[in-house]
Every structure is written in C-alpha cells, then in structure tokens.
C-alpha cells in the first residue's frame, strides 16, 4: 500500500507543476476519496507519498487508501479554492467528510429581502428566506478567512445589532472606528446607500467586478468633485482592495459568465479531452475523457467528442468555445441547441478572456494525458506490459498471442448456452468468437456443461472456425472449472500445449486473482493497488471476465427470449401447428410475425382475415 512508506508515484510526482491547483485522491475502484487544494501541487503531493507522509491519523488513513490521483491546474489561489468546493460538493468524498466539522458545508447568505441585508454563514439554504441570496458551499476555515479580507472592500456589521430596531442604542463598535464597518447602527447611513454596499458584495460573489469597480470610481469621483476627501479617501481605499484581489484571481471571467471550453492534446495514440466548466464568471469542475487515437483528423475527433458528450450532460451552456473551426459548425450547433433547449454556439476565440479559458483546458488536457501515458503506457504500451506480466506471473514460456475464455449461462433447464470469447494480442477479437447450445446435459450443471462446450471446441480443431488453438485459457472461476478443462484437455490429450488458469471473484463478484492446478494464487486486486503496472495486467483479465459473461449471458437471453415468442404462438387462440408452420415459412421468424400488420398477416397460407386481427392483438396489447 501506498501509506507503508514506500511510494510508487516518484515518476508522475517529478512531472506534477508548481502551480496552483486542485487534487482528487482515488481508491482502487477509482472513486474519489477526498478533494484538496495546494498552493504549490508538486510540493503537496510530495508531502503525502513520501517516504515519510505528513498529516494526522485520517490523513494517513486516506493515503492507505490511495490507489491514484489526478490534479487540476489553475490560475490561482482563490480558484484553487472554488474549484475544490465544487468538486467537493459533487462528489462528496469519505475523507473529506471525515477531516471537517460534521455540521455540513457553510454558505454565505445575504439577506437581500431585509431593509439592512445581513451576511451570515448557514450551512443550509433556507427555503423560507424568499430574497435571500446563497453562495457556496465553501470549506468553513477557507470562508471565514474569505470574509475577513472581503471587509475590507465591503464594510458591513457584523455584530448581532438588529436593525433598525437597534439605530442609535449603543455605540458604534470597533470595526467602524477602523473602517471595516460603515455603521448603519449610528443612523448616519442611510438604508439605501447599506443595501448598495450587500448588492456589491453580491456582484462579487457572483463574479461581477468590473461593476463594482466602475462604481467605486464614480462615487470615489463624485466625493472628490464635492471636496469630501475624506470620504474619496474610503473608495480609493476599497478600490485598491478590490484591485488587490483581481490582480491574483485569474479565474474571474465576469464578462461571458457561461460557457464551457474544450481543450484536447493528442500523443502516443491517445487523445485527451478536458472540458473546464464556467458558471457565474468561475471555473466550477472539470471532466476529462480519453479516445484512442485512430489518425482521424482534429475536427472529427472534437464533432464526435461533442455530439457523444452533450447528448447526456445535465446543462449545456449558451457557449461552447472550441479549438478549431469546424467545417459542418452549423448542423452541430442547432443539434446543441435543439438539445438544451435554448441557443447554442461555438466559438473559436483568438484572444481575452475565451482564449485564456481556453488555454488552460489544453493545458490541462495535456497534463492529463501526459499522466495517463505514464501511468499505464500508451495504448499499445499498456496491453504489451500487461501480457508480459500475465506470462511472468503464470510461468509461461512466451507472452500469450491467442486467450480463450468460457463462460456458461445457465439460468433454469431450457436455453443453456456456452459462450467462447477471444482476445488476440491483448484485444478482443470479436470475429473468433463463439457460441455453443447445450446439447447433452440435463439439469444445472456447470462443469458437465462446461466439458460438452470444450469437447466441441476442440474436437473441431480442423474445421476453419477452430483452426487455431490458444495459448491460454482463463476459466471463468476457481480450481472446480480449472479441473473440469483440464480433464477435457487431458482426455483430447493437449493438456501440455495449453496453459490453464482460472479468474476468481471476490464476494462482491468482482475480478480478484487467478488461480492454476499447482495451487498457485495470484491476487491481482490487491497487487493493482501496489503496483502501478499490476494495474494494466488486473484491467486485462478484468475486460476478459467481463466480456466472456457478457457474450454468454446476451446469448442465452436471445435464445429465451426466442423460446417465449415461439410459445407465445402456440397461445393464440384458433392458431394451431399447419397455420405456425405457415406462419414461419411466409416471414421467416417469429419476430418478422411479431412486426407484421394485419394486411400482411392475412397474406400468409392458411391465414384468415380473422386469425390476423387475433395474431396482431396479441402482440401489440
């Protein structure tokens, strides 16, 4: 495990930026297990798989925990933060919960529906509050720390003055005699010119500053043009608090509040796109997605990135901005407006706030790639290492070219089926693939099921579908199905030129290890979490499982499903043996008598007008 001290990330952490950033720690089901943000992204990795990781006990806990971790680059510090309570808030992750007070997230509310607009910290939003105003939800210490600076640019009370009940009762506090708070207690503010300063601080929340600046410098103008130069003294004052702020908040795009960019990188015949999500004038998450790379040109790959992705997205944005113009940009925009509902389009900026944005998904979209490539290889790469360690760990005496697998579906005494997948050099090879019924069997048994559909395989081994024998079988269980293809090979006298293994599962039916008849157990799960590349070997003989159950279970459901439509027939009334034979020779199968109308029914043998409404009611009611 990671946290024992010795890490096997020292090749991805040299190539992880100094800049600020977000990190997503995963387990070895690839959830996210916790969020964090870092000044410096290299550095705070480093710190935890390290020889000797820092934190408390739940942070070490976590980095146990830890099977990989991805990172998001960013323009600064504050976005960092609002990146990170997002990405928080979507995917709630365990350690997360674990390192914060359990009350909850805390939002800002402003009270915009009160004559003196109140900004409070609630942790969650109350749906009687008609008016008030949300923003969050943020990580409490990072928002407490947010409010204090922000007094400096908005003067609002803080104290537990109920206004304007309370105008005049007391003395001003502290923060007024410093500047921190306008004093609407003292009765020298007028209501309206308070709530001025709530909507300014409303605007920044919502990204807004280039408002609030031309603001401050009209009231900063006006208060000087009046000769109140104490009072152009507080706007300047507020300005370069303000101006103090936006000079380290690259992320702030208060002009095009909505949109997404899609950045991509392409190498190693991968493709990478990232998707950086801007809602409200900040950057609020961030996807990733890997194709293979196939040569295809740039702007296919981008159409058929946005034509698969925005089908299922829970918002599509006004715009869409995008590296390259496509040359069909018309047809994909009104396909993307017709999906959300709303217009669409796609922009390819060459400079401001859009290129920046821009800039950084294909910065990140590198990065990820340039992680992937390390972490697994290149696709190529990938399956190359995960045969060479199948045959390291089996003993083999080459890398396997050619791995069979077989898998029985059995789920009642009709329908059994057999299902024989293929994967040549690490791939599936869908053409070598094979089904078998079961013939000889009676009753639910898998091993006698499992030698029928072996015996059959191989006692064709002449016949062009079967000509070539694998290097490997993985049986689709533990030792029982590892001996029942044994006895088969050793019977056909071949058990010497096939190396045998078998797939186990975890209590969850999950892909676990491999085991052999000379009791060897190999726990891919738990090496997957050690080793990084275990991890390509563990998604092979995943993918192989996978798809042998798939291909045999899809199968048995046709055949079932075949069956029910044939006794389906047998039901209708007055529809006896001669008129289903016609019936099947007229349209050759069940489901083209299933489809037809009664027009075309009644033009079968045997078939009357009146037995065609009976055949068509019984299938479309």
């Known amino acids: 495990m990671i946290g024992d001290g010795t890490s096997t990330f020292d090749a991805r952490l040299d190539i992880v930026p100094t800049d600020p950033g977000v990190y997503l720690m995963k387990d070895a089901s690839d959830s996210v297990i916790y969020v964090g943000k870092a000044k410096n992204l290299r550095n705070r990795l480093r710190s935890y798989f390290g020889k000797n990781p820092q934190g408390n006990a739940k942070v070490l806990a976590m980095i146990s925990h830890v099977a990989d971790f991805e990172y998001v680059v960013v323009g600064s510090e504050l976005e960092a933060l609002l990146l990170e309570c997002n990405l928080i808030k979507r995917y709630q992750p365990h ?49 407490y720390r947010a409010l204090q600076a922000l007094r400096d ?138 194709l293979k790379d196939e040569g295809e040109s740039e702007e296919s790959l981008l159409e058929a990135f946005l034509m698969q992705y925005y089908p299922t997205a829970a918002e599509i944005p006004k715009e869409v901005l995008v590296a390259i113009e496509l040359e069909d940009k018309e047809s994909v925009e009104q396909a993307l407006s017709d999906m959300a509902g709303h217009k669409v389009s796609l922009h390819v900026p060459s400079r401001g706030d859009g290129a920046r944005l821009l800039e950084l998904a294909n910065a990140n979209a590198k990065e990820a790639l340039r992680r992937r ?61 094979r089904l078998f019924k079961i013939k000889t069997v009676e009753g639910q048994d898998d091993y006698a099921s499992m030698r029928e559909v072996l015996t059959r395989r191989f006692s064709h081994s002449g016949d062009e579908k079967f000509a070539k024998m694998p290097d490997l079988i993985l049986a689709d269980g533990g030792l029982g199905q590892v001996n029942a293809i044994y006895e088969v090979l050793e019977d056909l006298g071949i058990q010497d030129k096939i190396a045998l293994a078998g ?74 043996t001669a008129k289903r034979k016609s019936l099947m020779k007229h349209f050759g199968s069940i489901k083209a008598i299933s489809q037809a109308d009664v027009e075309s029914l009644s033009q079968a043998e045997r078939i009357t007008q009146k037995d065609a409404e009976a055949i068509y009611k019984h299938f479309h009611e």
Do not use: W
């Open 95 to 143: 350690y997360n919960i674990l390192l914060r007070d359990d009350k909850g997230f805390p939002y800002v509310c402003i009270t915009m529906q009160e004559e003196y607009p109140r900004i409070m910290k609630v942790f969650r939003p109350d749906k009687n509050m008609v008016g008030a105003k949300y923003y969050g939800p943020y990580l409490g210490g990072d928002l």
């Open 373 to 433: 490539i390390l972490r697994v290889g290149s696709s190529n790469q990938s399956v190359e290492t995960a045969l060479r360690l199948l045959a390291s760990k089996l003993n083999l005496p080459e890398v396997p070219q050619r791995i069979e697998s077989y898998d029985i579906s059995n789920l009642g005494n009709d329908d059994r089926c057999g299902g024989m997948v293929v994967f040549t050099d690490g791939r599936p090879d869908k053409s070598a693939y």
């Open 153 to 290: 640019i908005f003067p609002t009370k803080t104290c537990r003055k109920v206004l304007p009940r309370d105008i005049g009762k007391e003395r001003a506090c502290l923060n007024y005699h410093i500047g921190r708070c306008v004093g609407p207690c003292r009765g020298d503010v007028p209501a309206a010119e308070y709530r001025k300063v709530m909507e300014d601080m409303c605007r920044f929340f919502e990204g807004k500053y280039d408002g609030i600046l031309r603001d401050l410098e009209a009231q900063m103008q006006e208060a000087s043009e009046a000769l109140d130069f104490e009072r152009a003294a507080i706007y300047r004052d507020r300005l370069q608090a303000l101006r103090a702020v936006m000079a380290n908040q690259n992320v702030s795009f208060p002009r095009e509040s909505d949109r997404d960019a899609v950045g991509f990188f392409r190498d190693a015949g991968e493709m990478c796109f990232r998707k950086l999500e801007l809602r409200g004038g900040r950057i609020i998450g961030s996807s990733t997605y890997f």
């Open 503 to 576: 797939m186990v599962k975890d209590r969850r039916h999950r892909t676990h290890g491999l085991v052999t008849r000379d009791g060897l157990s190999i726990d891919l799960a738990e090496d997957a979490r050690e080793d990084e590349e275990m991890m390509v070997l563990f998604r092979l003989v995943t993918a192989v499982q996978n798809e042998v159950h798939r291909f045999a279970i899809t199968y048995q459901r046709k055949l079932s499903k075949k069956r029910n439509l044939t006794y389906s027939l047998e039901t209708i009334p007055g529809i006896g």
